[in-house]
């Protein structure tokens, strides 16, 4: 006979995503897991401020939006546990979950490993990481008081995250590819309208350089080749994003771009294998999609699990 799995629910991943789902499961009477490799809250931890996810009519910041999650999920019983999952073994009825920690078995999976960051991958990049080179305003915004920083990139995280540290840093250089944002035009307006803003445009950071801490970029200029250095004391990176994939590799469906494939309804391309949040294919990216995405897979995981 086979093993009886040791949870109904597992839930790889503590982001917005997997703390939604987790609520959801558990108040189904689903005994439910969340396996978290860092910390309870994922991507919004490193959020300045939320203001447009519904029902908050005043701009909330990302890690007290994550400890309210954290909250409401321990509140319904929602069980917690830290570790890294690095392998999948989905065949058959109990699913087996190979973690840095331990193994774990369950009759449901959520994949909500979420995403991260891309890097520059530019010299001196990996030198002054935590010296002057960060992916996080929020983290790290406050030791540029009065400082000049760089920020790269032309989308939402980037003018959120620029506009953050314009209250502390004296000045904010936005550097971007084109000659114009990706980002919301409400974001656009504020950044333009920020006096401490300004923007170098058709631009690639090529080095970071320093001395024990950031100095200075060389930037080349995309049309017209020139090169030229500027001083400045901190490197904010927001060039965009990859899903976290490794450990799921060979066992669902991927798409081009290491997203994990789902239907309408979460369901994987393995039976009682859901995923959500801004690992699957077409996401939106976006906290109240991560949520929305939550919740469907928990209530699919529901449904396969009670009615087979
Ligand atoms: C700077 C910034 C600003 C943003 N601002 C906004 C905003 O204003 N409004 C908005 O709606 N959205 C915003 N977003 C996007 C939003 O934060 C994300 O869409 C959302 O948080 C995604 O949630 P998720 O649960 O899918 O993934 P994540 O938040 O990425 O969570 C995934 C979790 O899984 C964990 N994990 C990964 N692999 C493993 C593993 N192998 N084992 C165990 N755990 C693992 C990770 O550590 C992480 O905690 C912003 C994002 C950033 C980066």
Not at 2 to 31: C, F, H
């Amino acid at each position: 006979m086979a093993e009886e799995p040791t949870y109904d629910v597992i839930i790889i991943g503590g982001g917005a995503a997997g703390l939604a789902a987790s609520i959801y499961s558990v108040r189904a009477m689903l005994k439910t897991l969340v396996i978290e490799r860092q910390a309870i809250g994922g991507q919004i931890l490193y959020t300045g401020e939320v203001e447009n996810y519904p029902g908050f009519p005043e701009p909330i910041a990302g890690p007290d939006l994550a400890m309210l999650y954290e909250k409401q999920a321990t509140r319904f019983g929602v069980e917690f546990v830290y570790d890294t999952i690095t392998r999948l073994e989905l065949d058959g009825p109990v699913k087996k979950l190979i973690g840095e920690e331990g193994e774990y078995t369950a009759k449901a999976v959520i994949i909500t490993s979420g995403g991260e960051h891309n890097k520059l991958e530019v010299p001196g990049e990996d030198e002054f990481a935590g010296r002057g080179v960060s992916y996080c305003a929020t983290c790290d915004g406050n030791f540029f008081r009065d400082q000049d920083v760089t920020v790269v990139g032309g989308g939402d995280a980037a003018m959120d995250e620029g506009l953050y540290l314009t209250r502390m840093a004296s000045s904010v250089t936005v550097v971007h590819r084109r000659e114009e944002l990706r980002a919301s035009k409400i974001l656009q307006q504020r950044a333009f309208d920020n006096p401490k803003m300004s923007f170098v445009w058709n631009s690639a950071i090529k080095e970071i350089k320093g001395d024990g801490d950031v100095k200075s970029i060389v930037l080349e200029n995309l049309k017209t080749g020139e090169i030229s250095e500027q001083d400045t004391n901190g490197v904010f990176v927001y060039i965009g994003f990859h899903p976290i994939n490794e450990f799921m590799i060979g066992a669902v469906n991927l798409d081009a771009a290491g997203h994990v494939v789902t239907d309408i309804q979460m369901n994987t391309s393995v039976p009682g294998v859901f995923a959500a949040g801004d690992v699957r294919t077409f996401s939106e990216r976006q906290l109240a999609n991560a949520v929305g995405d939550g919740v469907a897979a928990a209530l699919s995981a529901y449904r396969y699990i009670t009615e087979g």
